[in-house]
């Protein structure tokens, strides 16, 4: 067998912090496959920080209601401000970059991701409620992102996207067989339609092109597939550096 060598392990793994008010939802969907086989292997690590355990009083508070009044309750600085440092404490020298997942926040994107992979990794904001205290986002100079245009009830699952996004990336998770650079997000088009047997199902046929043998013929077809599908769906993505639409960027 083929087997690929592993990864170099150079002193310090790939390290997210996650502070939360709810660490029972880790690793959650970061403990299986790919991104969970990685966990087990040490490539990367999870840490999760109870908000809780920074609570105020007798009933460990850790919201109230917002200054100038409105709708529900806001994330109170004190108790955010020590997570965020006792946080920083447990990742000793390592100066993690500090995010608050946020829905203003600016959109997560791959180039964002590819240098957060490159680092040593990530400490992450999950909110809950109508969001935190501004004093704490600018005291602790914590960076907004958001993941999209829709609305979660809390910053955690956005956490878990951004992980999990971050750990494919981190060098020896990856197998062989998946190859990075034609990743459509890499190239800057959406992904050509995919078949595998059986060669008829159902009345359909997997395409003609693709049983030729052809193989400029096939790539040829792909590269068209996936420019036809960018258009119609995509069409902001066309013309973008790194989109391979065959004819030369003008
Ligand atoms: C009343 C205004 N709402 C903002 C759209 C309040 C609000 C709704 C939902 C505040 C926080 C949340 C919880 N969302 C997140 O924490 C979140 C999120 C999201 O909802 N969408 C996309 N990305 C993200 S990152 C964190």
Redesign the pocket.
Known sequence: MNRRPLAPQTGRNWHAQVLTLFPKMFPGPLGVSLVGTALERGLWSLETIDIRDFGIGRHRSVDDTPAGGGAGMVMRADVLGAAVDTARERAGPTELPAIY???R?RPLTQARVRELALGPGVMLLA?RF??VDQRVIEGRALEEI???D??????EL?AMVLVDACVRLIDGVLGAQASLGEESFEVGLLEYPQYTRPRSWEGRDIPEVLLSGDHARIARWRREQALALTRTRRPDLIGKTGSKTGAGEA
């Open positions: 997942l946020s829905p926040g909110g109508e969001g958001s993941i999209g829709y609305v979660l009830s809390g910053g956005a």
